[in-house]
């Protein structure tokens, strides 16, 4: 086994990191518990970084804002190569199961916007008093929750 290659570029300090991808050392340093990203540490135990890990954080976070939990980035970073920035090969592979869920949240925010003032606005979330869109929590037949939001069509006005 050979010694492990000199990175190309110098490694970056936790806070150079930090200021350069725009989250906070404390998340690095969570992110690093849970297994999502790698450090080197030098004699001190300070934690540096190769910039490949700039594109991971970016992944991440991207990742969390269409909904992904930690657990499923990590199952995905599984496939990833370490210490080298991942290919666009890598990414398209990746992006192919993010459409989906994109489009379903997409679709969501749609509904959320449509129903705003009429469903979410009045705060009622299905209760038997509204008499507005809900009477008798006709929805709440179809399950908990706010049901409307959730895409259930508005009861039919009974004969």
């Given at each position: 086994?050979?010694?492990?290659?000199?990175?190309?570029?110098?490694?970056?300090?936790?806070?150079?990191?930090?200021?350069?991808?725009?989250?906070?050392?404390?998340?690095?340093?969570?992110?690093?518990?849970?297994?999502?990203i790698k450090s080197h540490r030098n004699g001190s135990s300070h934690?540096?970084?190769?910039?490949?890990?700039?594109?991971?954080?970016?992944?991440?976070?991207?990742?969390?804002?269409?909904?992904?939990?930690?657990?499923?980035?990590?199952?995905?970073?599984?496939?990833?190569?370490?210490?080298?920035?991942?290919?666009?090969?890598?990414?398209?592979?990746?992006?192919?199961?993010?459409?989906?869920?994109?489009?379903?949240?997409?679709?969501?925010?749609?509904?959320?916007?449509?129903?705003?003032?009429?469903?979410?606005?009045?705060?009622?979330?299905?209760?038997?008093?509204?008499?507005?869109?809900?009477?008798?929590?006709?929805?709440?037949?179809?399950?908990?929750?706010?049901?409307?939001?959730?895409?259930?069509?508005?009861?039919?006005?009974?004969?």
């Amino acid at each position: 086994m050979g010694t492990p290659e000199e990175p190309k570029w110098p490694l970056m300090s936790i806070r150079e990191v930090a200021a350069r991808s725009g989250v906070p050392a404390s998340t690095l340093r969570f992110y690093e518990t849970r297994g999502l990203i790698k450090s080197h540490r030098n004699g001190s135990s300070h934690r540096h970084y190769s910039r490949a890990v700039l594109r991971l954080i970016a992944f991440i976070v991207f990742a969390q804002k269409i909904g992904y939990s930690l657990d499923e980035i990590a199952e995905q970073l599984v496939s990833l190569p370490e210490d080298t920035a991942p290919s666009n090969k890598d990414w398209q592979r990746l992006s192919r199961g993010w459409k989906q869920r994109v489009a379903n949240r997409i679709e969501e925010l749609q509904r959320l916007y449509i129903n705003l003032d009429e469903c979410i606005g009045c705060g009622c979330l299905s209760l038997k008093r509204c008499k507005l869109t809900n009477p008798e929590d006709r929805a709440g037949r179809n399950g908990p929750g706010a049901r409307r939001w959730l895409g259930d069509k508005p009861p039919a006005d009974p004969e």
